[in-house]
């Protein structure tokens, strides 16, 4: 069943990219808000399917669904207000639920924390350098990139814990790249200056990939197990 709806999230991404490059507003709000369910059931299909891991499953999902908010709150914003505000807090706390699932499912180390800065050094040096006009939000994005390069990290944290479990894993991390390329593309869409209208339908596919990804991951057979499990 889930690869029934990860099918009809591309199909409706398809239409909300057509809708989006003709300007029908109405239509891409529709299908961006229908786009990020088919992702939210996907995820559901699988939480439900699998009976093991409900901590790591459940907080995937809690994840899941703030990102569907957040998609709908960005959808809705019209100049930056208190909706893109609302957006990125709703984004955040996906990355906090994502984060909360990886840490319970590989115990937190030093390097994570060196990868985490490093990955963080990297999105401050586009923050400063690039040409961008923030409109005061400069703060707010700064604290949401520390929070998503934190969960990057721990996604890739899971390759110590990926025997048996292979695919689920590199779905995870596959899902987790694309999603910090995709709010890169975001922020380049949103506060770039003369930027083409095509980074934004680039974006949604790498988004929606990711979220396919991550969402995918829920139903595969040997999911992730609790570190504490693993410990011999």
Known sequence: ???????????????????????????????KSLTSLFF???????????KQ??????NMILALFCSMAGDVFLALDKNEG????????????AHVMFSIAFCRASVIKKADFVGMFLIFGVEMLILCVGNFDFQGLFPVLTGYAAVISFMVMKAFSLWRCRQGRERAVSMIIAGSILFLLSDILLLFWLFGIGMPKEIQSVNWLLYYLAQGCLSASLSEKNFIVPFVKRQE
């Open 82 to 93: 208190i909706l893109f505000v609302l957006g990125v807090v709703s984004f955040a706390l």
């Open 1 to 31: 069943m889930y690869l029934i709806l990860e099918i009809l999230m591309m199909i409706s991404l398809a239409g909300l990219i057509a809708v989006f490059q003709n300007d029908l507003i109405g239509w891409t709000i529709l299908l």
């Open 40 to 50: 939210v059931l996907a995820g559901l299909c699988g939480y439900i399917k699998r």
């Open 53 to 58: 891991n409900k901590k790591i499953s459940g």
